[in-house]
């Protein structure tokens, strides 16, 4: 339970702790402000109390409606960079391939955004075939040009960072092995020696990020806004609901056919496909040395 002064509310323990552990002095301080930011919220936007996103990682995140009667998600995170890349990036998408963006406000760290009703993720229709192919088509309609002036990231600046502090800090005992973050970094930097053409990139597109609207169809939610070459993003996707009790060579038909798939659909090469997969892969990996701290 968190209270304000005037205005008490349960928010989830893991909640609490995923802020806590990933902004931690920022996210203490702002923890007890929640329930006085949210009663902020629902005045600026005339909005009814709603309830609790099952979900919800490490955001608030609430189902609600206005005045007039629209659904509409809420989502309030303490302010940070990719909170603010997210609202960047959600309103140059502008309800093409994502959830609409109906308003934001950077002080309060507050994104209103279209309800995606039912909301049926899409590792829930269960076929790798049939869930490829809707991403493949999600992500040949979500990129746009980046433009002349925007705050995001190039991914470069996720790539260079990770592998530079993977040899240096964070992986002492190579837990990575060096010739595979070689590798890694030589595909990246082959996939983006052409900037001229980059996009703006949803930056974490997967099963759980593309959900079933019954008016619009599927769609995109929880951009983290970054720029770079087209190919990029399908990296995350491949590596991502894997059976976990499943053999290395069903392991390999899915990713083969996900290759297949993207090659086709979103017509690259799947030597395109396959280094984007490998650069993502080996991010998300040195990236969770990052989260486990010193040894």
């Given at each position: ?152 990231p190039h991914f ?107 090659s086709a659909g ?30």
């Amino acid at each position: 339970m968190l209270a304000s002064e005037s205005h008490p509310m349960y928010v989830p323990p893991r909640l609490i702790k995923k802020v806590q552990r990933i902004f931690g002095d920022q996210g203490r301080a702002w923890l007890p402000h929640l329930p006085a930011i949210l009663a902020r919220c629902r005045e600026k936007w005339s909005l009814a109390k709603g309830t609790i996103c099952p979900t919800m990682s490490m955001n608030y995140i609430e189902f609600t409606a206005t005045a007039g009667g629209e659904a509409v998600a809420l989502k309030v995170g303490v302010p940070h960079e990719e909170l603010f890349t997210e609202m960047e990036a959600l309103a140059l998408y502008n309800g093409r391939g994502a959830a609409r963006l109906l308003d934001a406000d950077r002080e309060l760290g507050a994104i209103l955004m279209q309800r995606v009703i039912p909301g049926t993720m899409l590792w829930q229709i269960g076929d790798n075939r049939k869930q490829t192919q809707i991403a493949a088509s999600v992500m040949k309609e979500l990129p746009v040009p980046a433009p002349e002036t925007h705050s995001m990231p190039h991914f470069s600046r996720w790539t260079e960072r990770a592998f530079r502090l993977t040899r240096t800090e964070w992986d002492p005992e190579e837990r990575m092995p060096r010739d595979l973050l070689d590798r890694a970094e030589a595909a990246f930097i082959e996939l983006s020696r052409d900037r001229t053409h980059d996009v703006v990139l949803h930056g974490d597109l997967h099963h759980e990020n593309i959900l079933w609207d019954e008016e619009d169809g599927w769609l995109a939610i929880d951009p983290k806004g970054v720029i770079g070459p087209r190919c990029l993003e399908v990296g995350r996707y491949i590596q991502n609901q894997l059976p976990d009790d499943a053999s290395f060579s069903i392991c390999e038909q899915l990713v083969r056919e996900r290759i297949e798939i993207f090659s086709a659909g979103l017509e690259m090469t799947p030597e395109t496909v396959a280094a984007a997969a490998l650069v993502d892969c080996v991010l998300g990996h040195v990236w969770s040395f990052e989260d486990e701290g010193p040894l």
